[in-house]
């Protein structure tokens, strides 16, 4: 009987390391900046639905991040936050089961925002007018037709925070 008990103990032991190795322990942690894409819910199964994100750190395929969130609160905050450039902070696992990857947010704050009569910074006062005239020349030619108007801010708002932060000095 003392051999089947230590026999349990030693497998329960074993199993518990298996599981804090693999899911909970920190392979590495650091941080993410970009534009919060998407964040939701999901789960084939009720009681295993975990909160997925995806991060669009510039553009171009290589630079999205996939990301899940444990806990709720946090990932309530994202999701109401979604759409809007923000910094997450992450630690990576062995594994994500039952989450669909092994990044997890463990906190995250909005990224400072560039004040709308910003532009961006270059070594010349006379290059950052010259810019900005000529981008919002560009885009009052496009006011003639609205609706290639519309596309292109639309367009611009998802793919270009940039140009999308030009665009509001431009309308100021």
């Known amino acids: 009987m003392n051999k089947k008990l230590i ?46 994100g995806t991060l669009d ?53 909005p990224k400072e925002e560039v004040k709308d009569t910003e532009v961006a910074t270059t070594s010349s006062p006379i290059i950052n007018a010259l810019s900005k005239t000529i981008f919002c020349s560009f885009l009052g030619t496009l006011y003639l037709n609205k609706d290639l108007y519309e596309s292109v801010k639309d367009h611009i708002s998802k793919n270009n925070l940039y140009l999308l932060k030009q665009y509001k000095v431009c309308n100021n």
Do not use: C
């Not at 032991?13 to 998407?38: A, C, F, H, P, Q």
């Open 7 to 52: 026999l349990v103990v030693l497998v329960v032991i074993v199993l518990i390391g298996t599981k804090w190795v693999l899911w909970d322990m920190e392979v590495s942690s650091g941080k993410r900046v970009g534009n919060l894409t998407k964040i939701s819910k999901k789960g084939k199964f009720p009681f295993l639905k975990t909160w997925e």
């Open 57 to 109: 750190e510039g553009s171009g395929d290589k630079l999205t991040s996939y990301f899940s969130v444990k806990d709720e609160a946090i990932a309530q905050e994202l999701y109401t936050y979604e759409g809007k450039e923000v910094i997450l902070f992450y630690t990576q696992h062995i594994l994500g089961f039952p989450r669909e990857t092994n990044y997890v947010i463990v906190a995250w704050k």
